[in-house]
């Protein structure tokens, strides 16, 4: 199964340099439907930047819940693991 998910520029870009290969999102009702009930079944993310045509397809590694790294992010959020370099061609 794929998950979509829309990237601002910055960590769209993050990724396609190899600096980032954690995605996190919010824990909400909306993510946890979307994430966390599917664990089981999600084996590959596609990342668009922002709303334009670009997108890279990453491998799933696993999710998990987890705090994040980032200054003013204190919380824990779901975090895709996928390896920055796994490109997958469509």
């Known amino acids: 199964m794929t998950i979509h998910l829309v990237l601002t520029y910055y960590w769209f870009d993050e990724i396609i340099a190899g600096r980032k290969n954690i995605e996190y999102r919010k824990m909400t009702k909306y993510w946890k439907k979307r994430i966390w009930d599917n664990r089981n079944y999600i084996n590959r993310v596609r990342f668009s930047r922002g709303y334009t045509n670009k997108y890279i397809f990453r491998r799933v590694l696993g999710i998990d819940i987890g705090t994040c790294p980032y200054d003013g ?18």
Do not use: C
Request: proline share 6%.
């Open 73 to 90: 992010w204190d919380s824990e959020y779901y975090r895709l693991h996928f390896k920055p370099t796994d490109l997958i061609k469509e």
